[in-house]
T-cell receptor, first 109, second 113 residues
């Protein structure tokens, strides 16, 4: 059974700092997604990573995928308050998404 | 281009009742998946429909059933509601042959009293 683990689960940062969220998974897959969820809202797609070594960047967020290590990272650069949310990674198993527990990110002024 | 839509947005039921949730996929998508998200947890896969058939199912009891219509819209039915069924129910659509992500609807928040 595929297991997806994120760490940390809670992260409190100061504005302007850098940090990385890690997503480890237990079974081979070449598709991994990152989503953002604001309180009480649905999931917003951030990145689609489809191959080993894939790197995607959007603004202050950058995601990467290492399929050999079964690891994806979401790096936040110079954090701003608007990035406060819960971030989920999800591994695609034949169109069935298996989610991590989520990382609740709080960015303080 | 309308995204994924779901109805109703909120629902309150009592234990033992039955509920039906509805989902319309993003234009051009042919596959609908349903997820349950309990408070503070990641979404859990319930099942997936393609060509009006259930193609995959997660670890949910038979009380959870679904349907997909010829226009690709879908329903999720839950019978004999339990307090533990209280959650946000998310519908996601995609193309069976595509490599893009699944797009999620706004969700239906179900409260069972």
């Amino acid at each position: 059974e595929l297991k997806v683990e994120q760490n940390p689960l809670f992260l409190s940062m100061q504005e302007g700092k850098n940090y990385t969220i890690y997503c480890n998974y237990s079974t081979t897959s070449d598709r991994l997604y990152w989503y953002r969820q604001d309180p009480g809202k649905s999931l917003e797609s951030l990145f689609v990573l489809l191959s080993n070594g894939a790197v995607k960047q959007e603004g202050r967020l950058m995601a990467s995928l290492d399929t050999k290590a079964r690891l994806s990272t979401l790096h936040i650069t110079a954090a701003v308050h608007d990035l406060s949310a819960t971030y989920f990674c999800a591994v695609d198993m034949h169109k069935k998404l298996v989610f991590g527990q989520g990382t609740r990110l709080t960015i303080n002024p | 281009d309308a995204g994924v839509t779901q109805s109703p947005t909120h629902l309150i039921k009592t234990r033992g009742q039955q509920v039906t949730l509805r989902c319309s996929p993003k234009s051009g998508h042919d596959t609908v998946s349903w997820y349950q998200q309990a408070l503070g947890q990641g979404p859990q896969f319930i099942f997936q429909y393609y060509e009006e058939e259930e193609r995959q199912r997660g670890n949910f009891p038979d009380r959870f059933s679904g349907h997909q219509f010829p226009n690709y819209s879908s329903e999720l039915n839950v019978n004999a509601l339990l307090l533990g069924d209280s959650a946000l129910y998310l519908c996601a659509s995609s193309l069976v042959s595509g490599r893009e992500t699944q797009y999620f609807g706004p969700g239906t928040r179900l409260l069972v009293l």
